[in-house]
């Protein structure tokens, strides 16, 4: 009986958190960065990176290196991608009330050279706004490129 007590406190207090954890925000920042953003890159898809990328888009690269979003649209353009793959985990998405996010993970890249594959990893953080009700990247920063795996 003490139980059947609680369910009461559990269903208004816990269920709600689980639901805002289930948003259709959530989903879409989350699909955004997991497949849409990397199959820009790696299908070297302009005018998806372009509909990703505010217009005052800047990147920090591992390297320290600032970029816009012209560059990042002109390397995509030029640059066939040296990787079979990529998988980005998101181990940080929040959303706040202002219409800012924050999506953060580690990305495995991998890739298979003259030395056979490889894996490398690296850490990204992604302040996206939303604007005229689509999710738009303002600021990117990536740390940490380290090879993990032969």
Request: hydrophobic share 35%.
């Amino acid at each position: 009986m003490p139980a059947r007590r609680w369910l009461p406190l559990y269903l208004v207090v816990l269920c709600p958190v689980a639901a805002a954890a289930q948003s259709p925000d959530h989903d879409t920042l989350r699909r955004l960065k997991q497949v849409e953003w990397p199959r820009a890159y790696r299908e070297q898809d302009t005018a998806a990176l372009n509909r990703i990328l505010a217009d005052d888009f800047r990147r920090i690269g591992s390297d320290g290196e600032w970029s816009t979003k012209a560059e990042e649209l002109e390397y995509i353009r030029s640059t066939k991608p040296s990787y079979d793959s990529l998988v980005f985990r998101v181990d940080r998405l929040d959303v706040y009330p202002n219409g800012t996010a924050v999506v953060a993970g580690t990305g495995m890249v991998y890739s298979r050279g003259a030395e056979g594959p490889r894996v490398m990893e690296y850490r990204s953080t992604n302040v996206l706004l939303k604007q005229g009700g689509r999710w738009r990247a303002v600021a990117s920063h990536t740390s940490g490129d380290r090879v993990v795996g032969r």
